[in-house]
Structures are given as C-alpha cells and as structure tokens.
C-alpha cells in the first residue's frame, strides 16, 4: 500500500472522517461522526465514507431495523382517547350500567363495536341481553378507570418519540387496529476503521485547504500558486452518467444517409398506403404471384382501392403482363386485372419510391435512394418484424452497368466498416441480372439484401430508355451486426440499459 499516495488523493472530508473515527475508537453511527467531528451537513459523511470503502479505508456495515410511529387513527385516540377508555368512562358516569344506544354519546358509529370488543377481550365489562343490550361495568374495570393500558402507554412513547424501535410482541395489540400505528424499516450504518485506514492515520496528515477543482477563476486570481491542488486517482471508482443520446437505429441511419450523400445520391420519400398497381403490377410482379397473398401482404380495408389515373402506363402494363407488350418479352400469359391493380395495400417495399420517380422523371442521369419503412405480415420472431426500414436506390445513366453496380455496392459497405463482401447470383421479378449481397462478420457470412439491373419489361412501359442499377438492403438487419445483436427486437424493445450503454457511433 502505498500510503503517501493515498493522504495526497484524500479529499478534505475524507480527513475529517477518519480523524473522528479515530477519536471514536474506530467506529461509530454517521450520527455520531457528524456530533463529534467538523462537517456542516451528514451527507458529507456519507460521500466521503462511500469513498473510503472504496479505498479500503473504512468498512461500511449496514443494519435493518424496524421503527414504528403513530398513524391517522393513532393521533386521533392520542386526542380523544381510545373508544374502550371512553366507553368505560362513560360507564363509570351512568353508575356502571347503560345501554347501547348510550355509547353513542362519546363514540362514533364505527368506534361502538370496537369499543364493545375491548371491553369484553379486557374484562372491564359484560353484555347483557335483555330488553335492550345492557352493558355492565366489572370489578376488573372499575379498577382500569385509575390505571393507564399498555397500549396508552405506547401511544403516548409513540406522540413522544417518533419511529421508535420497539419489540413486536409489545406493539402488536395496537399493530391490529386499523391505521393506529405506522411502521417503517430504517437502515442503519456503522463506519469502521480498516488496518490500512489505521496505517493512514497513524502515518498522519493535515486538514488543510486546498483546490479540488480548478476554475478559471482560480487561475486569473494565481490561487492555484499559494494552495496545494489535490491528486486525484484517475483508476479510481466513478458511476457511470448516461447523458441523452440518438436511439442507435436513429444514429445508424443518420450515418447511411450522410454515406449516399456524400457518393452523390438524392433522397426520395414515398406514402406508406399504395395501390397494388404501382407496388407489384408496374415491377413486374405477376398478380398471381405468392407475395401478394393475405399472408405475405397487409390490404388495407380503408381506403380498399386506390384509383389509377395513368390510364396509358395501366394498358401498357396490362400488355407486358398478357404478352410481353413490345419489350420482346413473352409476359406471364394471363389476363390482367385491373381491379387487383387497385388494390390498397401498404407497401411491401421502397422500390415503389423509386419505380414512381423514374415515370415522372424518365430523362437520365439520377441517382437517388430512400430510407424508408415497408410492411410484410411476418411473424414476430428474432429475424423478422412486419414492420421494417429498407434501403433503396437506383442509379440511372447511359451505360450504367453491372460491374458499376458491384463497385457502389462495395463502397457502400466498406464505408459502413464491412470489409470482407461478396456477390452471389439471385433471383428478382423484376431484376435481370440479379445478386444477393453478403458481407463477413463474425465468422460468417451474412446476406443483406438484394440487388440487380431493372428488367425491359420494367422500364420500357414508363419510358426508361437507359439500364436502371437498383438495390434493396434491410436496415435492422444491418444494425443487428453493427451493434452485435441475436435479436431484431431488441431494436424497438425500450431496454434503458442496452440504450444506456451502447455507444455513440
């Protein structure tokens, strides 16, 4: 131990403290400590006997006990009396025997039979049946009139002496009544004096003044020159203060957003309800296809439909769909619907967004994405919510490519910390090529999301005339890795301390 140390990091209370408790013989109550020794305030104790552990100075022992003071009904028997001591009293007045309908006189309509109770359970008086309840004093209670009950005893120690510590046994008639008494447990503290705290003093030190923390008052006056600076242990115990922050999710996606502007990109919005038109039909996703069932797709019953007025784009989507329209495609070999085009529906993914931004702006170049929520009836599980944010975006320009594709994606991610990614074949309706992307994190391989180069059945029918790069890549996902979870829920779970101690990124 290294004793010089440790006087030059005390702090002035700190001093105090064991200086009493040596005067103490090494222990004592912080009430005693705070009687004996120098302090304004006992809180001053307390921080700096907290401390003292810490250092191993002190030990602080705490003990419970039991305290019990008086409560509503309590104060109010201490002012009129108990209801038996007011019923016998009236007895002794009406020469020992009344009925009753007297006791009204003195007590409430719900102290009667309380009162009636205690005279019987004390023996100070009998009940009789006659031709009313007649109720007669005992010897036992003309003897109570000149004594005074063990429970009025506790009453008044009680009015006295608040949050006493008294044995059960002896509160325990009172404890029955209703809001007599009140009872509280109290802890109790004895500061004790270590074998290093003992080497400490026996080493000696002053109580002196000096500065505990530096100002810049205290450097324009020079009073850092004529008094000692107090070392401080920066190994030392601190709490821990969590200050307000960004949800994680809010900080992730502040950081992917500032990423795809600062690469060139414009960010687009889109509405949440949609009608199935422009979410599946203009993608190219066949009506029949599994996606738009109940199961997999939230229909909205209000609004039901949502009317489509580009009646030109809807008849040259009904012809890619029937058969292949004039892209040179063969279609899906069905009959289009238009009423399931008008389905409401709330979006199943952001591609809508820039599918919409395409048809109103079909001249090259742009490149823009969005960062937006989607919904799928999923299963609420540790992988999958019914409600998600996705990433997407598009690149459209003449020769845009499939390799330009690959290179945005690769700068995306290794901006994002990844750097082992890689591309795998997939399949998209409305992607040809397509590719899954996967990045190496933790040992495996983790796919994030899809990707590809927009079908001609796709872009010619809303006047695209240029390859349109596109991607979607799911956001909770990507921060599960990012902030090392096993649980997608853990993201909207209010766990103060998962939001407490995750860091800012």
Known sequence: MDTEKIIRELSINEKKVLLTLKKL???????DIFKTGVFTQEVEIANASSWLQSKKLVIVENHMKTVYSLGKEGKRFIEKGLPERRALQLLADKKGILSLKELSAVLEPDEIPVAIGWLKTNGWAIIKKEKETIIEITAKGKIALTTVTDEEKLLRLLQEHPEQE???????????????????D???????LTDDGKKVLDAGFEIQDEISQVTSAIIKN?????KTIRSYDIHAFAPALYGGKPHPLVQLISEIRQIFVEMGFQEIQGDYVESCFWNMDVLFIPQDHPAREMQDTFYCKVPSKVSISEQQLLNEIAKVHENGGSTGSTGWGYIFSKTEGERALLRTHTTVNTIRYLYNHPQPPCKVFSLERVFRNENIDTTHLPEFYQIEGIIYEENANFRQLIGILKEFYRRMGFEKIRFRPGYFPYTEPSMEVEVFWNGKWMELGGSGIFRP?????????NPVLAWGLGLERLAMLRYGLTDIRTLYISDLEWLRKTPLL
């Open 457 to 465: 059945e796709v872009t010619e029918p809303i006047g695209v005339k």
């Open 25 to 31: 013989h090494g222990k004592g109550l912080p009430e």
């Open 222 to 226: 020079n009073d850092w020159k004529q």
């Open 166 to 184: 008294i044995e059960k046994n002896i509160v325990k008639p009172l404890a029955s009544r209703k809001n007599v008494i009140k009872e509280k």
């Open 186 to 192: 109290l802890i109790t503290s004895s500061i004790i």
